[in-house]
């Protein structure tokens, strides 16, 4: 009886410890809390920053495509073989291969020989 007395009492003793003692996991509850948010503002800041950086690239090329269009434009003011369906052009190209020249590939193909030379200089790359 006096082991089972001694353990009873230890017992006791250690729960009234265990008030006095503070709780640690509701500072680790806070110190995790704090880090997700960290992260979570880290992480929202480099969607910002990827956001513009996007951006900056999407003007860059919008501003290189319409420079290199009115390069293309310069070079040949007159015509151009945008608007021309991919189909048609590579008809003309079929056709110059075979051997047509230019007026037969015209009135093959609908378009004015303007055009039609225009596809065979770019090879129909332009598009």
Do not use: C
């Not at 090329?61 to 991919?86: D, R």
């Amino acid at each position: 009886m006096d082991l089972s007395l001694i353990l009873i009492i230890v017992g006791i003793i250690i729960i009234i410890a265990s008030f006095f003692v503070g709780n640690k996991s509701k500072q680790v509850e806070k110190d995790v809390e704090e880090l997700s948010l960290n992260f979570y503002q880290e992480t929202h800041q480099l969607k910002r920053r990827l956001k513009v950086i996007e951006e900056e690239l999407l003007i860059e090329t919008q501003t290189f495509a319409k420079q290199k269009k009115k390069v293309s434009q310069k070079a040949n003011p007159k015509v151009t073989i945008n608007g021309i369906h991919q189909i048609l052009i590579s008809q003309v190209l079929t056709l110059h291969k075979q051997g047509y020249n230019t007026d037969e590939i015209s009135q093959r193909s609908s378009l004015s020989s303007e055009q039609v030379k225009a596809i065979i200089v770019s090879g129909g790359n332009q598009l």
